[in-house]
């Protein structure tokens, strides 16, 4: 996918960060599936994984300047996790719960990052993206960060309104999550988010 990636971004000539997404299929064949000329809410999975601030070498390729590394440079390591904790109530259909947050104390340690704007006192408007922070972990072993998120996931203290942080706990301590059985369906299909 990496290789189909970066041949699509020299046959359009494209020069900037962006993501090329693909669709795999339960017998590991990928599909293209779109091209996002910006920089993906899900960026920091890449950054962790590989080691490299995307936003300053996006910074860097828009003032002209040569990116500091060859594609044969990244070499992904370990295994990365991000959970998007929104400001929304599973239960019901992913309702948008604004508010004003009361407590927030985000959880710390090695591996741990926590990309946010929010903190103890903040107001989540009704009239922008519910989304409060991004929580993700980076770990040796897949294992290791599924076990490390949920000790992040108990640790986050977010008090005054609804958050999908419950739903994530009971995502990641599913065995068909651990043993990657999940899909894009799985909650429809599931009614999980539901299930108190």
Not at 76 to 105: M, T, V, W, Y
Not at 134 to 157: H, W
Request: overall charge negative; some cysteine.
């Amino acid at each position: 996918m990496c290789e189909a990636a970066v041949r699509l971004a020299k046959t359009a000539g494209y020069t900037n960060a962006g993501t090329v997404e693909f669709i795999v299929d339960q017998h590991g064949n990928y599909y293209f599936f779109e091209v996002n000329a910006r920089i993906q809410v899900e960026h920091p999975v890449s950054e962790l994984i590989t080691g490299i601030d995307l936003i300053k070498a996006q910074i860097r390729v828009a003032a002209g300047e040569p990116l500091p590394f060859q594609q044969s440079d990244i070499v992904p390591r370990g295994h990365a996790i991000e959970c998007r904790i929104n400001a929304e109530d599973p239960a019901k259909n992913f309702q948008p719960c604004p508010g004003k947050i009361s407590l927030l104390i985000p959880p710390g340690g090695f591996g741990v990052r926590w990309d946010s704007h929010a903190y103890s006192g903040y107001t989540v408007s009704p009239h922008y993206d519910s989304m409060i922070g991004k929580l993700l972990v980076i770990q040796p072993t897949r294992r290791e960060a599924i076990d490390s998120m949920l000790r992040c996931l108990a640790e986050l203290r977010i008090e005054g309104i609804k958050t999908t942080v419950p739903l994530h706990q009971k995502i990641l301590s599913l065995a068909a999550f651990v043993d990657g059985e999940i899909d894009t369906t799985y909650i429809e299909r599931t009614g999980l988010a539901k299930i108190g």
